[in-house]
């Protein structure tokens, strides 16, 4: 490469990076990917935590499969990755006693689902590779009522969305309700009226579930859909906890050889001093 030709590479390198912190900028000024929701929670996933990949796993076949298949996961695989024993598997999970451990998991849905929901429901494989885990967490626990809509709820993270809320029964009745918040004054602390009350502002947009309508508490809904999506993440990744296992070994192996190797150098340069 001749000066000038490196110096128009290097041009060009920059102007790209420049070019994607504007593009990142206007996309993070759009109210990011959670929309309506604000922030994506984040969500941490923990592939060596079998059990809680087993009960995500047990979730997804009784309330996501029957739309959703994963046709890029095989059923002998995960029963295989999840430790659990094929038999059992196969006794408790798979439904239809036609399906062989090498069959991939197509779904149950028939190909005219787009007439009923208006948008085929998609196929779930790699959707925590396209969406993010933090998206898929928190779309899960962000339905609320709204009787405008079809399916009598909507999505904060997904106005709109075409997929009814199917997990209403464990979770109860999540509305939309508004707050009276305290005012934050200028230095930081509360704002008091001249009787040193709190002004407090009506806010709306919080998610809250109405008393005593879900068969499972707030905590262990919010449980049962890490386990949903922590099992999303293995399906979309099935290799990824041995990957990062792998990954430290080799991190390991290059501190081990970069010692030896800086002592066999002083050991070499000996002969020239
Ligand atoms: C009754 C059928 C049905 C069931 C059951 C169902 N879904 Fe859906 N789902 C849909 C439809 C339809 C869409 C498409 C929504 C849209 O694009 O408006 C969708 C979309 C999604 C998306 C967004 C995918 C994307 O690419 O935008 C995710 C994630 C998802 N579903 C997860 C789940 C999980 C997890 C379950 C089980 C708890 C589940 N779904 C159960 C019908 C269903």
Redesign the pocket.
């Known amino acids: 490469m001749t000066n000038k030709s490196i110096n128009l590479y290097f041009c060009n390198a920059f102007l790209i990076l420049a070019l994607s912190f504007f593009f990142n900028s206007l996309y993070a000024a759009e109210g990011g990917p959670c929309k309506d929701y604000g922030e994506c929670d984040k969500f941490k996933y923990s592939l060596n935590d079998i059990e809680s990949l087993q009960r995500g796993a047990a979730?997804?076949i009784n309330?996501?499969?029957?739309?959703?298949s994963l046709k890029f996961s095989r059923w002998g695989r995960v029963a295989e990755d999840l430790q659990i024993p094929e038999d059992i598997f196969f006794e408790s999970l798979v439904f239809d006693k036609s399906i062989k451990p090498g069959d991939l998991m197509v779904g149950a849905?028939p190909e005219d689902?787009v007439n009923?929901?208006?948008?085929?429901?998609?196929d779930?494989t790699l959707?925590s590779r396209?969406?993010g885990d933090d998206?898929?967490y928190s779309?899960?626990r962000a339905y609320y009522e709204d009787s405008s809509k079809q399916y009598g709820v909507n999505n904060l993270v997904?106005p709109?969305?075409?997929?009814?809320n199917?997990?209403l029964s464990l979770q109860g009745n999540q509305r939309l309700i508004c707050k009276d918040i305290a005012v934050i004054a200028e230095n930081g602390g509360e704002k008091r009226d001249e009787y040193g009350n709190t002004i407090t502002k009506e806010k709306c947009g919080f998610l809250e579930v109405e008393d005593g309508t879900g068969e499972l508490t707030k905590k262990e809904f919010d449980t049962l859909i890490y386990d949903?999506?922590n099992f999303?993440v293995y399906v979309g990744e099935p290799i990824k906890a041995t990957r990062e296992r792998i990954g430290w070994y080799v991190v390991f192996y290059f501190l081990i050889f970069t010692a030896l190797s800086s002592l066999l150098y002083r050991e070499y340069h000996k002969d020239y001093n």
Request: glycine share 8%; proline share 8%; charged share 5%.
């Open positions: 979730t997804y309330y996501c499969y029957g739309c959703h849905m689902s009923w929901f208006g948008v085929a429901p998609p779930l959707v396209y969406k998206w898929i779309y899960l997904y709109g969305t075409a997929m009814p199917v997990l949903l999506t999303l």
